[in-house]
């Protein structure tokens, strides 16, 4: 069966939802949920009067509401529904026809206003984005197999803002944050490694509310928790988006990234991406506090103890490095986890 998840709030204004439950009320062999964020337009009383399943939830996440409509879905197949896209009735019908062949996936994106800025937003959001990097946003409306979700946990539920206007914004937007990562130099390295793991998945929305409780909240954040001798930045797998047919690298030099007249605010600035499907590391530093030879000495050390984890996971003594987060729906603790894996 399939069941289609609609995240809504107030979205009688936007005109597309009518729309949409009017072609969901036609569709057959489906469940239809509906979780809503205390709408007060309408749209919970046309959920009723639209026969479908309401289920209310006190949160500004999205990603929150996806996740307690995936945990009452009873199907097998899940379509993850923008509440402000449309789909057509060939759309829903090859889904329902081709569910036991597919297992996760999205529609292609299409404005329906013809501008050519929004030409190339959709062209890039389906074939550099989507093709190319596998990377769908919820306006694609994802559909994916229940038992996906089972294996490798619900939505990450990062509190941002559903309308944020980004339209005058410039540069790369990434979270930047102070981390602190205790290791015991005498722990098995397996350990080591799932304990960096967890330390890494503790931290709150993957660190983006930081900024905001230090610039905007009256609680002032001692000086000596942001300052940091080291900031590492993952910029992921450049090359899929840098290589399409519209884009790619610059051979020209892009000159220096900081002017020479200003100060540095850390010591070393690592930036690491994937190039030609390698490992990049940059590390950038100033002549005038190290020497070359000793931060060439610093990253032979860091690529030594990189080989050395890669070695281990490669090894048979690896675990798989899982831990109990991995399993958001099994309400595990390590120690069970672990005893668990034994037992396979």
Known sequence: M????IPTFNEIKNGY??????LLKNLSGAEIICVDSGST??????IIKSG???????????????NTGIQHAKGDMLLLHHPRSLLSVDSFAELQNNQEDLYWGAFTHKFDLNHPLLKFTSWWSNKVRGDLRHIFYLDHC??????????IGLIPEVDIFEDTDL??????LTALF?????????QPIGDTLKSVKQQLRNIPHEGIGYNALRYCSDKVIADGLTHADVRF????QTELALNSSLFGPAEESTGPAIGLGNQRDVLFDINAMIVDGQLRVQWQYSNALHRQETVASLANTYIHCLSELIDYCLSEQADGGHIASDFSLMDLADTEMDDLLESL
């Open 52 to 66: 479908f399943k309401l289920i209310s939830v006190d949160t500004t996440s999205r990603a929150k509401r996806l």
């Open 17 to 22: 939802i009518q729309t949409t439950f009017n």
């Open 2 to 5: 399939l069941s289609v998840i």
């Open 41 to 46: 337009d309408g749209t919970k009383e046309l």
């Open 167 to 172: 339209s005058a914004t410039v540069g790369w």
């Open 142 to 151: 994802l559909f994916i197999r229940k038992e996906i979700f089972e294996q």
């Open 233 to 236: 930045n993952y910029l992921g």
């Open 178 to 186: 102070p981390l602190y990562l205790q290791a015991d130099a005498q």
